[in-house]
């Protein structure tokens, strides 16, 4: 970066499916000491909002948000004499919303954890071979994927009058430059993707529209066009910009646009044999690779193959995440029973180890409710003694999470044949120094912890690059990105009270049976 530049900063959004935040990110140093410096201006809540038996996500309360903490932003970067040189919007995945021909919001995109797409999965592959699927999107069959969510629609007055499809960043991108777009990486989640041709899959939408089209546009007429990370989408309309402060162009950028890819753009690896864990609500647990996996095998484990930045594919299972803690929380406070999360972690810590383990993935853990209630439910179909105590749920979330973890990296690394031999952490689950160690134990590999803010340092490190504040491959904005990031490294068997693999093979057997290690 030129001297010029120095006071170059960046505007990131990260959305979440609790909160918000608005980030300001800066590049300092001279070429080869670069880092970034991020500083959050914006935190607002984000959450499901039940009207009519439907889950919505309310996205104009998302948008305020966002041009609330585009201003804060504007008045940091003008007191520090710096320039706003881009925007960036990341975001959790699937969901949409859909537009009529004027570009006018039809409805709040209904939420991912809403049961419309109930039995859709099986619809669809009763109309098109399973294995067909896969061989052409990849992915992970969740009923939630905007594929099944579309499916489900396809008959509605919504649908009927929609002529375009965004998904959440790029509708909030909408209403920034006025320029509709698919970011490839979001885009690969919906399963109307081919995973080879990083593009949509006229075969698949064709197949689709013949067994489930409704009226109003065709799928495939719904779709904007695809767009790699690193893109320029647009400038800030300009009553955006005066709304914010903003005097002259700032460039929207296409950044890795699902949260995940711009976290694994986050991770601190110096080599190829790394697997990561994007650790928030959801858990993201795979690997980065060059091309897709798509065998038989693959299929049958239910991997996914998700795109990312610079031509890559995340290789990778949805693992259900800190959600289970965070509604056991939500409920616990509903109750008015105390449920302070550091109580909870160091009272779980004494807790014997893998008294309790289920499933975490298990399609009763999908929808907001009593936690608590369905995790003992779960033990005791699966004849196990259900937890007693707050600290005992808590213990049996985090060692059936590291169990989670532990099937995923194994697994990820026999189907891809490669090997790992180091685990990256990301995102809010770093600070959750238990969980943490439990995934070494688990995994009997070392974990790397950090960055916390993983999505929204990957999506300021491509935004930088994309405006020539920085150059380089993935490995020279990982090495930008780990200057400066506190990173804390845990080994199996380092904590207080160690627990040996084959009583976590002992806890897989009660529920999958062995895993096999490659």
Same mark, same amino acid.
């Given at each position: 970066?030129?001297?010029?530049?120095?006071?170059?900063?960046?505007?990131?959004?990260?959305?979440?499916?609790? /909160?918000?935040?608005?980030?300001?990110? =800066?590049?300092?140093?001279?070429?080869?000491?670069?880092?970034?410096?991020?500083?959050?201006?914006? =935190?607002?809540?984000?959450?499901?909002?039940?009207?009519?038996?439907?889950?919505?996500?309310?996205?104009?309360? @998302?948008?305020?948000?966002?041009?609330?903490?585009?201003?804060?932003?504007?008045?940091?970067?003008?007191?520090?004499?710096?320039?706003?040189?881009?925007?960036?919007?990341?975001?959790?995945?699937?969901?949409?919303?859909?537009?009529?021909?004027?570009? &006018?919001?039809?409805?709040?995109?209904?939420?991912?954890?809403?049961? =419309?797409?109930?039995?859709?999965?099986?619809?669809?592959?009763?109309?098109?071979?399973?294995?067909?699927?896969?061989?052409?999107?990849?992915?992970?069959?969740?009923?939630?994927?905007?594929?099944?969510?579309?499916?489900?629609?396809?008959?509605?007055?919504?649908?009927?009058?929609?002529?375009?499809?965004?998904?959440?960043?790029?509708?909030?991108?909408?209403?920034?430059?006025?320029?509709?777009?698919?970011?490839?990486?979001?885009? /690969?989640?919906?399963?109307?993707?081919?995973?080879?041709?990083?593009?949509?899959?006229?075969? @698949?939408?064709?197949?689709?529209?013949?067994?489930?089209?409704?009226?109003?546009?065709?799928?495939?007429?719904?779709?904007?066009?695809?767009?790699?990370?690193?893109?320029?989408?647009? &400038?800030?309309?300009?009553?955006?910009?005066?709304?914010?402060?903003?005097?002259?162009?700032?460039?929207?950028?296409?950044?890795?646009?699902?949260?995940?890819? /711009?976290?694994?753009?986050?991770?601190?690896?110096?080599?190829?044999?790394?697997?990561?864990?994007?650790?928030?609500?959801?858990?993201?647990?795979?690997?980065?690779?060059?091309?897709?996996?798509?065998?038989?095998?693959?299929?049958?484990?239910?991997?996914?193959?998700?795109?990312?930045?610079?031509?890559?594919?995340?290789?990778?299972?949805?693992?259900?995440? @800190?959600? @289970?803690?965070?509604?056991?929380?939500?409920?616990?406070?509903?109750?008015?029973?105390?449920?302070?999360?550091?109580?909870?972690?160091?009272?779980?810590?004494?807790?014997?180890?893998?008294?309790?383990?289920?499933?975490?993935?298990?399609?009763?853990?999908?929808?907001?409710?009593?936690?608590?209630?369905?995790?003992?439910?779960?033990?005791?179909? &699966?004849?196990? &003694?259900?937890?007693?105590?707050?600290?005992?749920?808590?213990?049996?979330?985090?060692?059936?999470?590291?169990?989670?973890?532990?099937?995923?990296?194994?697994?990820?690394?026999?189907?891809?044949? #490669?090997?790992?031999?180091?685990?990256?952490?990301?995102?809010?689950?770093? #600070?959750?120094?238990?969980?943490?160690?439990?995934?070494?134990?688990?995994?009997?590999? /070392?974990?790397?912890?950090?960055?916390?803010?993983?999505?929204?340092?990957?999506?300021?490190?491509?935004?930088?690059?994309?405006?020539?504040?920085?150059?380089?491959?993935?490995?020279?904005?990982?090495?930008?990105?780990?200057?400066?990031?506190?990173? =804390?490294?845990?080994?199996?068997?380092?904590?207080?009270?160690?627990?040996?693999?084959?009583?976590?093979?002992?806890?897989?057997?009660?529920?999958?049976?062995?895993? #096999?290690?490659?």
């Amino acid at each position: 970066m030129s001297e010029q530049d120095a006071g170059a900063a960046f505007v990131a959004v990260d959305l979440g499916a609790s /909160s918000g935040r608005v980030i300001v990110g =800066r590049v300092l140093g001279a070429p080869g000491d670069q880092r970034v410096e991020l500083h959050e201006v914006n =935190r607002f809540p984000n959450g499901p909002v039940e009207v009519g038996g439907t889950l919505h996500w309310d996205v104009l309360r @998302l948008y305020q948000g966002i041009t609330d903490g585009l201003r804060a932003a504007v008045r940091e970067i003008h007191a520090r004499g710096d320039v706003l040189a881009g925007v960036g919007i990341d975001s959790w995945a699937v969901d949409y919303g859909l537009l009529d021909a004027d570009g &006018t919001l039809l409805a709040n995109p209904v939420h991912y954890r809403d049961s =419309r797409t109930a039995g859709v999965p099986d619809r669809v592959f009763a109309q098109i071979d399973a294995a067909d699927h896969y061989s052409v999107n990849g992915l992970q069959t969740q009923p939630f994927n905007t594929e099944f969510q579309l499916v489900a629609a396809a008959r509605s007055a919504q649908k009927a009058a929609a002529a375009s499809l965004l998904l959440i960043p790029d509708l909030l991108g909408y209403w920034l430059t006025g320029e509709q777009v698919a970011e490839v990486t979001n885009a /690969s989640t919906t399963g109307l993707l081919d995973v080879r041709a990083r593009d949509w899959s006229a075969a @698949l939408l064709d197949r689709l529209e013949g067994a489930f089209g409704g009226a109003g546009a065709t799928f495939a007429e719904l779709l904007p066009p695809v767009v790699e990370a690193g893109e320029i989408i647009g &400038t800030l309309l300009p009553a955006v910009a005066q709304a914010a402060g903003i005097h002259g162009q700032v460039p929207v950028i296409a950044v890795g646009s699902h949260d995940t890819a /711009s976290a694994v753009v986050a991770v601190p690896a110096t080599s190829e044999s790394f697997a990561y864990i994007s650790c928030g609500t959801w858990s993201l647990v795979g690997l980065e690779l060059a091309e897709p996996v798509l065998s038989a095998a693959s299929r049958a484990a239910n991997f996914t193959n998700e795109l990312g930045v610079d031509g890559t594919v995340r290789y990778l299972r949805n693992v259900m995440g @800190l959600w @289970l803690l965070q509604e056991s929380i939500r409920t616990w406070n509903a109750a008015g029973l105390p449920a302070d999360l550091p109580d909870l972690l160091a009272a779980a810590a004494q807790v014997p180890p893998l008294t309790t383990v289920v499933d975490v993935d298990a399609p009763e853990f999908l929808a907001p409710g009593d936690m608590p209630a369905r995790i003992a439910a779960a033990a005791e179909r &699966t004849g196990q &003694t259900p937890p007693q105590s707050q600290a005992e749920t808590v213990r049996c979330i985090l060692d059936s999470l590291a169990l989670a973890y532990r099937r995923a990296v194994r697994q990820a690394s026999e189907l891809s044949g #490669r090997a790992v031999d180091v685990v990256h952490v990301v995102g809010g689950g770093v #600070r959750n120094e238990l969980l943490c160690q439990l995934t070494a134990d688990a995994t009997g590999l /070392s974990v790397v912890a950090g960055p916390v803010e993983g999505a929204a340092l990957g999506n300021v490190l491509v935004q930088a690059r994309a405006v020539g504040a920085l150059t380089g491959d993935l490995a020279a904005l990982r090495a930008v990105g780990a200057r400066g990031v506190e990173l =804390r490294r845990y080994v199996p068997g380092g904590g207080t009270a160690p627990v040996a693999d084959e009583h976590w093979e002992a806890a897989a057997r009660r529920l999958h049976g062995p895993v #096999r290690t490659p």
